[in-house]
């Protein structure tokens, strides 16, 4: 059975920086994509950074610049590095994985960020 368990959220500061991890246990292969997405408080899910297949990377315009997204296909994790942070960053951070017939969702890890 596949799990996904991500780590690295907390509290900060407006300006500063934080790194989030995903790691996948469980026989999984075939990945297309690996990416964070997520959910403010009374909003909906959105993508923050995925990589696909094939090394493209796509970042959501608000945090273009500032997050950096990087998969290690060997090991099957995928970090999103976030510096710069925002108040409007403040949010569950989600990881998911996408293989040929579904997907796979971490449980998800909260970041505020404080002004």
């Known amino acids: 059975q596949v799990q996904l368990v991500e780590s690295g959220g907390g509290l900060v500061q407006a300006g500063g920086s934080l790194r989030l991890s995903c790691a996948a246990s469980?026989?999984?292969?075939?990945?297309?994509?690996m990416g964070w997405y997520r959910q403010a408080a009374g909003k909906q899910r959105t993508l923050v950074a995925v990589?696909?297949?094939?090394?493209?990377?796509n970042y959501s315009n608000s945090v273009k610049g500032r997050f950096t997204i990087s998969r290690d296909n060997a090991k099957n994790t995928v970090d999103l590095q976030m510096s710069n942070l925002e108040p409007d960053d403040t949010g569950v951070y989600y990881c998911?994985?996408?293989?040929?017939?579904?997907?796979?969702w971490g449980q998800g890890t909260r970041v505020t960020v404080s002004s």
């Open positions: 998911r994985i996408v293989v040929p017939d579904r997907d796979y």
């Open positions: 469980g026989s999984i292969s075939n990945i297309n994509a």
């Open positions: 990589v696909i297949s094939g090394g493209k990377i």
